[in-house]
């Protein structure tokens, strides 16, 4: 049997729960009165410009601040393929972020527009949500439902924030039955970002790439996959109906409530090669379950 310590080193990028900035000790009482002593996780604030002009402030757990904005700034379309980015500056006494281009960039108009989302610690989108999405074409890729049981049991047995000290969303980047990054924050799209920036700065391909959420798969995540050009969405979790009306309008297939055994596919269903019995794989171990609701 896979032990857990060893799961973390099939990644690329892995979770670092014993980080001494992502969590700090706190002391309370539980349902007894009786004292104890808890990890929870950190929130700063990260400001992010583009140049010369700032552009947003997100809470994050503070951890690859680069990718959090280089992810940012391509998922709203501030950042193209055809930008030279000449340095990305961090500091962290500042909490600022600044990410330089060969030539001056202008949103403005992105800018005096902002549509709050659903997502934990309040995402942001800016401009038209829809912008980009019209002409878009998402590969024909396949995934064999025998990668999908394997990504769950791989990625739910990774030893990670959440499971040192909850409060916490993480996304996983993958190829086939191997995933390959998997970042952490308090909110699902800060975690995105982190993985869009990462596939920005590293030129990775999103052709063959599925995408694991541990969140809702709600209309924001779905934009922000389609827009980074990844075919398939996968989480543990719900829909909400704009996330399913928008992943069928551009033809992303979206899988939720993957627990054991079961999964449903909501839309892009012909991408599925179902090579897999459903009963010959072992229902989730209570031990390894993720405890608790996300929000």
Not at 6 to 32: K, N, S, W
Request: contains cysteine.
């Amino acid at each position: 049997m896979t032990r857990s310590s060893d799961v973390a080193q099939h990644y690329v990028i892995a979770p670092d729960p014993q980080a001494e900035r992502l969590t700090r000790a706190v002391t309370g009482t539980d349902q007894q009165g009786e004292a104890v002593e808890i990890r929870v996780v950190e929130e700063r604030p990260l400001t992010i410009f583009l140049n010369a002009r700032e552009i947003v402030t997100a809470m994050t757990i503070g951890d690859y601040p680069d990718y959090l904005a280089l992810g940012f700034l391509r998922n709203q379309g501030m950042l193209r393929d055809s930008d030279t980015v000449t340095g990305v500056d961090y500091d962290e006494d500042l909490e600022t972020v600044v990410v330089r281009t060969a030539e001056q960039t202008s949103h403005e108009d992105k800018l005096a527009k902002k549509t709050r989302t659903s997502g934990c610690a309040v995402g942001t989108v800016f401009g038209d949500m829809m912008e980009g999405l019209e002409d878009l074409t998402l590969p024909p890729a396949q995934v064999k439902t025998s990668d999908l049981y394997a990504l769950a049991h791989t990625i739910n047995r990774t030893p990670s924030l959440y499971l040192e000290a909850g409060a916490i969303h993480g996304t996983v980047l993958c190829r086939e039955g191997r995933p390959l990054v998997y970042m952490e924050d308090v909110g699902r799209h800060n975690a995105v970002d982190k993985i869009a920036g990462w596939m920005f700065s590293e030129g990775i391909g999103a052709a063959d790439k599925i995408l694991y959420t541990t969140g809702r798969l709600t209309s924001e995540m779905v934009i922000k996959t389609a827009l980074m050009g990844i075919p398939v969405l996968a989480s543990r979790s719900g829909f909400t109906a704009w996330g399913v009306e928008i992943a069928q309008q551009v033809g992303l297939t979206l899988i939720g409530r993957m627990r054991g055994q079961r999964f449903v596919c909501l839309s892009g269903e012909e991408r599925l090669v179902r090579d897999a019995d459903p009963s010959a794989v072992p229902d989730e171990a209570r031990k390894h379950s993720r405890k608790g609701a996300r929000t």
